[in-house]
């Protein structure tokens, strides 16, 4: 959120280790990303093909002002998943049930970004509607695949990644160092140095580690798997044996090995070097996708023989042989195992002939979390468990995936997405809970009681949701209608025991608190707010008593809502406040979009509302509902003035006002939360003044563009000079405006010819 932002790559890992060679490859694939909206980049397994990806996407990332996002797919076993990954990379939330393509396509409509979708071969023909479908409904999108095979469509250009160059005999010559001209070389050098440190390649073994990098073909993966060996077996040795296990494989002729077999040797080599309980570990281990923590590798692996020391063990030996990654973040360590030798390690399972049982170990694991994360989830613990399941959501995906595809396991499947009603409607994302339960259902699962529960939340969010915005987009407070006096329920007094917090008693409080505020809810929509401020403060007190915030968040808001109504405009804005300062608020954009929101209309109602301020409000709010892909109960159709922020562009006039808007725009959240609170003020000129701040600095592209508005060229010639889409230039335009804190081009025009003869001077 907000223009310094605009320009990110987001969801590529940090690069662990040098990325080496690939100048041209590059400069290539660049070449062919500008020519065309859709590259594939294929190639054999272990060529390279994310790295480079990835390698590429980082230099063009300030092409693209709305981002460069990495997809990961290789983590995906259901084909229908493919543009609810994209959704979730953008950060998009669908909190409808409306099919994840056309919430995609409504996002990318109007942006200019690019899209790597990496690991497509296995889900390739969602892939390849995905991508159609996209760059015919866009301009600005572009689209970088990786992939074993292209995507057939009509436009794609291919890029097929060769493997490194390595020298051939006569390259080696006497007194030369070839390492240097050679990145086959430099990478074994590089990953060789990092488990024997001071290693070099020179004179006295580069014809033995040009041999071994032919022999490999060049291919990184084999090359890096072969590298961690120089510790325990030197160059010569490692080439001898390497030599050996080529001869046996090809019949004596290394040109009869094409590159899958290759790789597949190499990692043949590397699983026999492995001890007996590391190669069992490694099959069990490859029923995870993505990463996973100590916790879980135990979970599938121990038992039978093998206990949590010996697991333990045995992944260290895993990640000492680059077998598997180890990452960490946040202080958590987690393991990853690549795609090809997970691929791998499936083949080795199904020899064994335990695929199922240990992916009934890897579901089972993953359901008792989703129950234990369901009973602590109304408590202190949201954040944590947040980060936990997006961690593990990749596997959750698996593991579900699993009940709904093995006879028999579909009722596991539909009692385990429903146990994760809270993460699908608390996280916005309530589109993918209801595909799980949807699919479980149509598997023959019936429904039973955790469905129940997630459909109730699901539904009493959907009308909170809707209420809320419907009672704020009057110009007025409701009133109850002749007709609308039916009584309204009146839930029983909480129970005494729910006010001691425990955790068998900490689902029945989170569902006591929401009916709270549902019924609240609707006592605003029917114009009786008065009614429902004592549940609302029930709620919030009973949210207080466990160190619950989601919830807390939900009822302070009905809480504001209901003084709005009743005209208490101070007490409103005193709530809305109340609710920014809960960290989790802040963490989950469309919770801060709605605070804020409902902060700048009690603001903007009272009396003596400050005009200026509800606008930087009201453009921190339209942005940040941008920037996940729109209010989803949003009651105004495009282009229609809604009566929020009506009053505040009367007070100020539509250039002030859209001053205020662009400077709330380029607020960060975190900026935004302290504008709101009253911690900080937007570092801007005051209204007419001429004068920007004096840190301001322009990007490059934002200065070309501040030089073309100096000559006096309107927004189409400034996108025709600079060979961009005209929505681009206007965003430039726009952060220039916001940085500088002008309401209009010609304070830019005079400022940068300012700039230029105190420079001159």
Known sequence: MGGSEARRTSGFPTELTSFVGRRDEAAEVRRLLSAGRLLTLTGPGGVGKTRLAGHVARQVARVFPDGVWLVPLAALQDEAFVPHAVIEALGVRNESVRPPLDVLVEYLRERRLLIVLDNCEHVLRSC???????????????????????????GERLFEVPPLSAPAPEEVAAGTVAAERFPALRLFADRAAAVVPGFTVGEGNQAAVARLCRRLDGLPLAIELAAVRVRSLGVDRLVERLDDRYRLLTGGSPASAPRHRTLRSAVDWSHELCTAQEQL???????????????????????????????????????????????????????????????????????????????????????????????SWFGPDQAEITDRLQADRHNIGSALDFCLTTPGEAQHGLRFASSLWFHWVADGIWGQGRHWMDRALGAGARPDDALTRAMWAGAIMSLVHTRSAAVLAGTAAPRAAADDELPVPTPPPVPAGLLTPGRSRATLASFVVLTRIELACTLVSRGRPEQAVPLCREAIALCEAYGEQWAR????????????????????????????????????????????????????????????????????????????????????????LRCAGRRAREALGDPAYERAHRRGGGLTADEAVAYALGEAAPQVPRQGSEVPPDDVVLTPRETQVAELITQGRTNRQIADALVIAQRTAEGHVERILVKLGFSNRSQVAAWFSAQGEGAAG
């Open 128 to 154: 390849a509607v995905l991508a159609a479908t996209v760059l015919a409904a866009t301009e600005g999108v572009r689209v970088l695949a990786t992939s074993r095979h292209r995507l057939g469509l009509v």
């Open 553 to 640: 968040g939900w009822a302070l808001r009905t809480l504001a809502l209901a003084h709005w109504a009743t005209g208490e405009y101070d007490s409103a804005a005193e709530q809305a406040r109340a609710c920014l300062r809960l960290p989790y608020t802040v963490k989950q954009h469309q919770s801060l979009a709605r605070t804020l929101g409902l902060l700048a209309a009690a603001e903007e109602s009272a009396s003596a509302g400050p005009a200026e301020r509800v606008g930087v409000l009201r453009g921190a709010v339209d942005r940040i509902w941008r920037d996940i892909g729109g209010n989803p109960v949003e009651p105004f159709p495009p282009g229609r």
């Open 281 to 375: 570990v490694w099959a069990w281990l490859s029923v995870f996708v993505g990463s996973f923590d100590l916790a879980a590798a135990e979970a599938v692996c121990a038992g039978e023989g093998i206990d949590s020391a010996d697991v333990l063990d045995a992944v260290a030996g895993l990640v000492d042989k680059s077998v598997l990654v180890r990452e960490e973040t946040g202080g958590q360590v987690r393991y990853r195992l690549l795609v090809s030798l997970r691929d791998y390690g499936r083949e080795k399972l199904a020899e064994l002939g335990e695929v199922t049982a240990t992916r009934r170990r890897h579901r089972d694991h993953f359901a008792r979390l989703a129950a234990e994360y369901e009973r």
